[in-house]
């Protein structure tokens, strides 16, 4: 299966520690994108890439997110001190150009105890 | 920023029974979306509207956009019991940056045997 992959599925965490998620588009996909989606609501746009670029970032990536993408092909979620409002589910997307259609990953869901 | 509210929140509905839900914005989008998202897994894209007054079609799935480009309805048609879920409408394009994809609260369905 070639979709979009992510990694862990799961992690929890103890508030304070750093955690970094993994995201692996679909190949030939030359953007990728960073959601975050909380209980019973829609995704929340957090960054995204087009190749190594991160082109923009949202408000509600506060200064302890930073994303990567080095290469231009997997892409790294690191949150630092992380707090119990980071609670979520991570979701990543890919897709080819800006008018296709975005392929989400399973998602990272994160819990901060 | 742009806002998409979902009608209704959720639903309970018989197996065979057709079911419609809606969505609205504050504001207007170039493109409208409709995801749909199973338990523990990423949003999947249904059907993708670019034109105003659109109608599409995806089995038995219909889907339109709003002529005022600031709403759009999802039908589906004799429902059945994979078809439970959670449903997204999504914006993207307008007064947001032209990347960067708005998703409603959600409309959650459950459907009876």
């Known amino acids: 299966d070639t979709g979009v992959s992510q990694n862990p599925r799961h992690k929890i965490t103890k508030r304070g520690q750093n955690v970094t998620f993994r995201c692996d588009p679909i190949?030939?996909?030359?953007?990728l994108y960073w959601y975050r989606q909380t209980l019973g609501q829609g995704p929340e746009f957090l960054t995204y890439f087009q190749n190594e670029a991160q082109l923009e970032k949202s408000r509600l990536l506060s200064d302890r997110f930073s994303a990567e993408r080095p290469k231009g092909s997997f892409s790294t979620l690191e949150i630092q001190r992380t707090e119990q409002g980071d609670s979520a589910m991570y979701l990543c997307a890919s897709s080819l150009g800006v008018d296709n259609e975005q392929f989400f990953g399973p998602g990272t869901r994160l819990t901060v105890l | 920023g742009q806002q998409l509210n979902q009608s209704p929140q959720s639903m309970f509905i018989q197996e065979g029974e057709d079911v419609s839900m809606n969505c609205t914005s504050s504001?207007?989008?170039?493109?409208w979306l409709w995801y749909k998202q199973d338990p523990g897994e990423g949003p999947v894209l249904l059907i993708a509207?670019?034109?105003?007054?659109e109608l599409t079609s995806n089995g038995r799935l219909t889907a339109q956009f709003g002529i005022t480009r600031k709403d759009s309805f999802l039908n589906i048609s004799a429902s059945i019991p994979s078809d439970v879920g959670i449903y997204f409408c999504?914006?993207?394009?307008?007064?947001?940056?032209?990347?960067?994809?708005?998703f409603g609260p959600g409309t959650s369905l459950s459907v009876i045997p």
């Open positions: 504001s207007i989008f170039n493109t």
């Open positions: 999504a914006g993207q394009g307008g007064e947001t940056s032209y990347d960067k994809v708005i």
């Open positions: 509207l670019y034109k105003a007054g």
């Open positions: 190949s030939e996909h030359n953007r």
